[in-house]
């Protein structure tokens, strides 16, 4: 299936089970967990990987695992469709180890990830969900070209939504 474009420092691919141990050390970190209700456990890392590769099954894309052109794990970052105020919409997602994070790689990623969406789907518009809080994923959020569109109460958490229209 097709992945995003590499770019200058990151590649793109599939998420499989052999990915589980760096997928639960991110997901499970609490810094990159700091804005989700708690850190991720092994168990879920591995359920957030099996989702994963049910997107990639129904939809042709999903989160991907980015890494350095060398193979190192950098993250994941794609696109997933969430429910936002009642409506079906495309979201790009991220999230970079934290010792990596500071470098552009989310926006580069992220970026990689909107052209795609653009090229790859029949959707119109993309949005990236966002705590009020995390400060820095706005700031990815608007690089790539994303503004505030709205907000949203995802359960009991309120979010920011912001988003693009997509280029044809």
Request: proline share 5%; charged share 25%.
């Amino acid at each position: 299936m097709p992945t995003p474009e590499p770019t200058d420092r990151l590649r793109f691919r599939e998420m499989t089970h052999a990915d589980l141990g760096s997928m639960a050390s991110l997901l499970g970190d609490p810094e990159v967990m700091r804005f989700y209700p708690s850190p991720k456990s092994p168990e879920d890392a591995a359920n957030w990987i099996r989702w994963n590769q049910n997107n990639y099954a129904e939809y042709g894309y999903g989160l991907w695992i980015i890494e350095t052109h060398d193979g190192e794990f950098v993250g994941d970052c794609g696109l997933t469709w969430q429910m936002v105020n009642g409506a079906r919409k495309l979201e790009v997602g991220y999230h970079v180890r934290p010792d990596l994070q500071g470098q552009g790689l989310a926006t580069e990623a992220a970026t990689a990830c909107r052209s795609f969406a653009e090229n790859n789907t029949e959707a119109t518009e993309l949005v990236a969900i966002i705590h009020p809080d995390n400060r820095a994923s706005e700031r990815v959020a608007a690089k790539i070209g994303m503004h505030r569109i709205s907000d949203d109460r995802g359960g009991s958490i309120l979010r920011n939504v912001l988003g693009l229209r997509l280029q044809r």
